[in-house]
């Protein structure tokens, strides 16, 4: 006796919807899988490159500088660890460092020049070399002129003798605050100073106008300033 068993076409339908629900689910689980993977890999830099760090810890003579990046004068030199010598500017009086330099065309050359706004300042190893103060005791007095200036407003000046290596330049010195400087005279250029003092293994050199030392201490004191933040706290 021959059996026949009549399945419904819906009875069908359910059986062949179970097979395809775990292909279904499996194929939307190994999506997602793949979109996770393909987020946390995805680049996340921009065309542009990363921002550059505000300060860079650099070493120069073994002595550690903490340098505003923008005040870095020299693109070569922007980069942290040690280095020979770096070169940096910033704003005077407010010392903060200078913004990008503006673009200057045949037709705005003349408007560009204008009075000098900011103190630049060199840092080199000074490997053993003579120490600024030492320099200043021992070697500049062998060329100054014997006749000074009687100080004014606690600065004094005295003239290199013309037949030496400073011939062209006057040296101001002063006590309180602390300050001494090579300058040289205004022709047709406006005269610079150059300041000298030494920080562990490097020495540092400021140059600012000459027209500054009318207001000597506000120079001196933003050597000061700038020696002190460039440092940072001592441990």
Known sequence: MTMFSAVSPRSRRTRAWAHVVPIVLGGVAALAAVALVAYLLWPTWGSGGANAPDRLPVSVGGTLFNVPTSAIRMKIQRHSGPQERIDLDF???SLEPPGAPKHVTADTVEEAMQPIDRIFLSIA????????EQR???IYPRYLDQAATMPQDGLTMRMFRSDTPYGSEDFYSAANPALSARCTRDAATPGMCLSERRVGGADLTFRFPRSWLSQWRDAADAMDRLTAQLRGPKG
């Open 136 to 138: 200043t005791a021992t």
């Open 125 to 132: 190893a000074h490997r053993d070399a003579l120490a600024p």
């Open 91 to 93: 704003l005077y009086p």
